[in-house]
C-alpha cells in the first residue's frame, strides 16, 4: 500500500507565498511522476503542474512563473512553491503520484488534499 500525504496549505493574503509539500510512502519502487491538482468550490479538478522521473515538468499557463513544483527523490517526496497568490488560486490542493510497477505497470495515488485559501 502507498499513502500519498499532503501538507502546508492555509491561509495566505494575496501576493504572499506559501509552499506546499507531498510525501508518497509504504511500498514504492519507482515513481514515474508526481503532480499537484486543485479545485475550487463549484468548479472541475485542474492540473497545477506536474513533474516526470525524468525532472521535465508542466505548468497551468494560470500558474506559469508564479508556481515551481520541485522534487527531493530520497525522500519521496514533492514541493509546490507558490509565490504572488491570487484569490484565484483558493481551492484545495491535491497530490498525484503514478507508481511504476513494472511489468504490474502503472497506478495512481491520490492525497486528500489541503486547503489553501488566498485573501484579497
Known amino acids: 500500500q502507498v499513502q500519498v500525504v499532503e501538507s502546508g496549505g492555509g491561509l495566505v493574503q494575496a501576493g504572499g507565498s506559501l509552499r506546499l509539500s507531498c510525501a508518497a510512502s509504504?511500498?514504492?519502487?519507482?515513481?514515474?511522476?508526481m503532480g499537484w491538482y486543485r479545485q475550487a468550490p463549484g468548479k472541475q479538478r485542474e492540473s497545477v503542474a506536474t513533474?516526470?522521473?525524468?525532472?521535465?515538468?508542466n505548468y497551468a499557463d494560470s500558474v506559469k512563473g508564479r508556481f515551481t513544483i520541485s522534487r527531493d527523490n530520497a525522500k519521496n517526496t514533492v514541493y509546490l512553491q507558490m509565490n504572488i497568490l491570487k484569490s484565484e488560486d483558493t481551492g484545495v490542493y491535491y497530490c498525484?503520484?503514478?507508481?511504476?510497477?513494472?511489468?504490474?505497470?502503472?497506478?495512481?495515488?491520490w492525497g486528500k488534499g489541503t486547503l489553501v485559501t488566498v485573501s484579497s
Open positions: 498525484k503520484a503514478v507508481l511504476n510497477y513494472g511489468l504490474a505497470g502503472l497506478v495512481t495515488y
Open positions: 513533474i516526470t522521473s525524468g525532472g521535465s515538468t
Open positions: 509504504g511500498s514504492i519502487s519507482s515513481i514515474n511522476a
